[in-house]
C-alpha cells in the first residue's frame, strides 16, 4: 500500500512514475538498512518498472481531485467502494449471459426458463453485493478493487461476443471483439497475471468461436493498450521489459527455502533494500533457480501447496491486524462472530458451485469459464499464492452456486456419474484443505481468543 501510495502521489504531482523520494526513503530506510546519504538518488524519487501502472493511476486521479493531504485515503477509499458497488450488477450481466444459451444454440428469449435464470443471477448479485470480504476490500489500497472489475467486464465483453457471433451482422462482432481486448489489456495493466487467461481468450474466439478475423482484433486491441508501457519500461531497462519487473522478486519469495508458497516476512524483506528493478529481478530469478536446483523435489511440494493456500479461508489479513493491535481488544463473542463471518462465505459459496457449474449448459460460455480458472489459477501456483487472489473468482463462484441453489438439487440426479464424482473428488479437497489450514492456524486463532490476544505481535 505503500508503495501504491507513492506512486500515485508521484503521478499526482507531476514527477512520473516514481518512487522513493526524499521524504519516503526516509520512512522506510530503517528497515531497509539503507544508507541514504551513499545513494546519491534525485530527490523525486526512481523511475520505477517494479509495480503495473494502472491502479497507481487511479489513485493518483482521485489524489489530484481531492489534493494530496491526509484526507486522500478517504477520498481512495470512497472511490473504491464504488468500484465495488459495480461488481452486483456486473456479475449480474455476466450470470444471464452465461445461461442464456442452450447447447442447441437457442437464445434466452425462446428458452422457457428465463424467470430462473433471472432470479438465479439476481440471487448471484446479492451474493457478490453482501460477500464480507468483497464489501471491505475497498479499505485497502490494493489492486484488486480495480482488477476484479475489469476482469468481470472482459469476461461480460467476451460473452456478448459469443452471443453476437451466431447472429448475421459483424458491426456487434467487431465492437465486442475490440472491446475484450480493451478491457484485458487494462486488467494486464493493473495485474499482470491476468495475461496468460488474456491469450487463452484470443485463442478461444479463434478456435471456439471460429471468427479467427475477430481473435486478431482483440489480439491487437490488447497489443494497443500494454504496448506503450513495455516500451517505456523497455527504454528504461536498456533491455525487453514487461508490464512489470516484480517476477524475479515473486520467483525468490515463492521458492525461498523458508517459504512454503505464500509470503512470508522474512525473505519478502532481502531484495527490498535492491533499489534497482533490473538487478532485483535478476538476482531474485538467479536465486529462485538455484532453491530449484538444491531441492527439485519441492517444486511439485510448492505448487501443491500453493494451490491449497490459493483456496483458503479469508482470515489471514484480519488475523494480522488484530493480533497486532489495530483494532483494539475485541470481545471474544464478537472475534468469533467476525471469524466466522469472514470464513463460512467462501466455504458454502465454493462448495456449492463445484457442482453447479456442472448445471450450467454446455458450449463457449462454460469453456469459457473454465479457461478463466485455469488462466488465472496457473501462474498463481507456480509463483507465489495467498488466499485474498480467489477474490477475483467470487463473482463467478456466485453464479455456479446460485445456479445449483435455484435450478439445481434435483437436477443434480441427472448428470453423468463421472461429473457428479469430479465434483465430490474437488468438495472433498477443498474440505481437506480447509482442515488442514485450520489445524495449522489453531494455535494462533485460540491466541487470539486469550486475554491479549490483540498483543501478539506475529508477522504477516
Not at 528504461?236 to 512470508?264: D, R, W
Not at 499464492?385 to 435450478?407: D, G, M, V, Y
Request: one cysteine or more; hydrophobic letters at 50%; proline letters at 6%.
Amino acid at each position: 500500500m505503500f508503495q501504491y501510495d507513492m506512486l500515485a502521489r508521484s503521478l499526482a504531482s507531476g514527477n512520473g512514475f516514481r518512487w522513493y523520494a526524499t521524504a519516503d526513503l526516509a520512512q522506510i530506510a530503517p528497515y531497509l538498512h539503507l544508507d541514504k546519504a551513499s545513494l546519491n538518488l534525485d530527490p523525486r524519487g526512481i523511475l520505477t518498472t517494479f509495480r503495473a501502472p494502472l491502479y497507481p493511476g487511479f489513485l493518483s486521479l482521485v489524489y489530484f481531485l481531492n489534493g494530496i493531504n491526509d484526507g486522500r485515503f478517504f477520498a481512495a477509499r470512497l472511490a473504491q467502494t464504488i468500484l465495488g458497488a459495480l461488481l452486483a450488477p456486473l456479475t449480474y450481466l455476466v450470470s444471464l449471459n452465461l445461461s442464456s444459451t442452450d447447447p442447441s444454440g437457442k437464445t434466452a428469449e425462446v428458452r422457457k426458463n428465463i424467470p430462473s435464470n433471472q432470479k438465479a443471477s439476481r440471487t448471484a448479485a446479492w451474493v457478490v453485493a453482501l460477500y464480507p470480504t468483497l464489501v471491505i476490500y475497498p479499505l485497502a489500497l490494493a489492486t484488486e478493487n480495480l482488477f476484479f472489475l475489469l476482469v468481470l467486464a472482459s469476461v461480460l465483453a467476451l460473452l456478448k461476443l459469443s452471443h453476437v457471433s451466431r447472429g448475421t451482422k459483424s458491426k456487434p462482432a467487431i465492437f465486442y471483439s475490440i472491446l475484450s481486448g480493451l478491457l484485458l489489456g487494462l486488467a494486464a495493466l493493473t495485474r499482470s497475471v491476468i495475461l496468460p487467461f488474456a491469450s487463452l481468450c484470443i485463442l478461444w474466439i479463434w478456435l471456439t468461436l471460429r471468427l479467427p478475423t475477430k481473435a486478431i482484433l482483440t489480439g491487437l486491441a490488447l497489443i494497443v493498450i500494454i504496448a506503450p508501457w513495455i516500451i517505456r519500461n523497455s527504454l528504461i531497462a536498456h533491455k525487453l521489459t514487461g508490464i512489470e519487473s516484480s517476477m524475479g522478486y515473486n520467483l525468490y519469495v515463492g521458492y525461498h527455502p523458508q517459504s512454503t508458497g505464500t509470503f512470508i516476512f522474512g525473505p519478502s524483506l532481502d531484495l527490498l533494500s535492491i533499489l534497482n528493478d533490473q538487478t532485483r529481478d535478476k538476482i531474485g530469478t538467479q536465486k529462485a533457480i538455484e532453491f530449484i536446483r538444491q531441492d527439485p523435489a519441492r517444486f511439485p511440494y510448492l505448487a501443491v501447496r500453493r494451490l491449497g493456500y490459493f483456496n483458503n479461508l479469508e482470515l489471514r489479513a484480519f488475523t494480522y491486524f488484530y493480533v497486532n493491535n489495530y483494532l483494539g481488544l475485541i470481545p471474544d463473542p464478537l472475534l468469533i462472530l467476525i471469524l466466522l463471518l469472514l470464513g463460512i462465505p467462501f466455504v458454502i459459496i465454493s462448495l456449492s458451485a463445484v457442482f453447479g457449474a456442472s448445471l450450467l449448459p454446455t458450449g463457449p460460455e462454460l469453456i469459457l469459464l473454465a479457461l478463466l480458472l485455469f488462466g488465472y489459477l496457473l501462474p498463481h501456483v507456480f509463483i507465489l499464492s495467498e488466499e485474498r487472489f480467489h477474490l477475483t473468482l467470487i463473482p463467478f463462484l456466485a453464479i455456479c452456486a446460485a445456479n445449483l441453489w435455484l435450478n439445481g438439487f434435483n437436477a443434480l440426479k441427472s448428470q453423468a456419474t463421472p461429473v457428479l464424482l469430479i465434483a465430490c473428488l474437488v468438495a472433498m479437497l477443498l474440505i481437506v484443505n480447509w482442515g488442514f489450514e485450520l489445524s495449522r492456524d489453531g494455535p494462533i486463532l485460540a491466541q487470539m481468543l486469550g486475554p491479549n490476544g490483540n498483543q501478539l505481535y506475529l508477522p504477516y
